[in-house]
Nanobody, 126 residues
């Protein structure tokens, strides 16, 4: 079993930055796909960014078009953690952000994830 705990959400003004953290426990993820999703009120959950690694090799991350150039996903293998650096935040980035993980890569970052965090709220104000 893998437990995911997010942190780092909060209130920020437009144009500001936040860094979300997702720490995994329960097992060391030597090979995994980890992603950040978000869900705004009244909207469906959407994939924001994802990354994967296998036996020490980190592969290219992928991003939703609306965050490309603003958000960066990266990992710290020593801490068994993944981060989402969010820059140039916009009002429409307001949402609950979730970290998710699975231990296999199916050729795509979409699809089912087996482990989820509890979510962290990001609110961007004008």
């Amino acid at each position: 079993q893998v437990q995911l705990v997010e942190s780092g959400g909060g209130l920020v003004q437009t144009g500001g930055s936040l860094r979300l953290s997702c720490e995994a426990s329960g097992r060391t993820l030597t090979s995994a796909v980890m992603a950040w999703f978000r869900q705004a009120p009244g909207k469906e959950r959407e994939l924001v960014a994802a990354t994967r690694w296998s036996r020490g090799t980190t592969y290219y991350a992928d991003y939703a078009d609306y965050v490309k150039g603003r958000f960066i996903i990266f990992r710290d293998s020593a801490k068994n953690a993944v981060y989402l650096q969010m820059n140039s935040l916009k009002l429409e980035d307001t949402a609950t952000y979730y970290c998710a993980a699975r231990t296999y890569y199916s050729g795509t970052y979409s699809g089912k994830y087996d482990y989820w965090g509890q979510g962290t709220q990001v609110t961007v104000s004008a």
